[in-house]
């Protein structure tokens, strides 16, 4: 049984809640990433990778646009390959990457976008900023997360994790000794 976590935080504290948030996108981290920006040209074309873990090959997969993902517009969305208006996606199921291609870019494109799995639960989602330049060099961009990327992404998450812990230890050490002090004092 899966559980949010907000009974748990009721009776351990803000300091539990915080470490079970941070436990908790870490490894929906692990199951999508993206890269974090793209740039491409004005006029050109940009394709974003969004790998995903293969037990989300069925589940649908969209883009989508906007600052904040909870009221982001769907783009586009599979589960086929689709192509609406300027942007395509195609989903590698046997990969285990949903591509999405923009084409014909325009400065108005510029914005977050959200590489996302819908699940029964909450969606899966992570963002992407794609930002549009003047220059004219090469009309096509592509890119592609590398291993050194994706361990990266780890690492920062594992940071996190580890930064969060150690603040609860801080927190539990100050805690036990101010009961200590006051317990002597009665």
């Not at 974090?36 to 995903?52: H, I, L």
């Not at 285990?96 to 989602?125: H, L």
């Amino acid at each position: 049984m899966r559980t949010s976590g907000t009974f748990v935080c009721l009776f351990n504290g803000p300091a539990f809640c915080l470490l079970l948030w941070i436990i908790q996108h870490a490894a929906e981290s692990l199951l999508l990433s993206a890269p974090e920006v793209v740039k491409a040209t004005n006029r050109g074309s940009v394709t974003v990778p969004c790998q995903y873990d293969l037990q989300y090959k069925e589940n649908t997969k969209y883009w989508c646009k906007g600052k904040i993902y909870e009221f982001c517009r769907i783009v586009v969305k599979t589960p086929k390959k689709r192509f609406n208006n300027r942007t395509f996606i195609a989903d590698d199921k046997e990969a285990g990457v949903f591509s999405i291609t923009m084409t014909s870019i325009r400065q108005s494109d510029e914005d977050k976008y959200w590489c996302v799995i819908a699940t029964s639960g909450r969606n899966i989602f992570t963002g992407v900023s794609l930002l549009v330049s003047q220059a004219v060099t090469t009309p096509t961009t592509s890119t592609q997360i590398t291993p050194i990327q994706d361990e990266k992404s780890s690492w920062v998450t594992l940071r996190w994790i580890l930064f969060i812990l150690m603040l609860c230890c801080l927190a539990s050490t100050h805690i036990a000794a101010w009961r200590i002090k006051t317990a002597r004092k009665i």
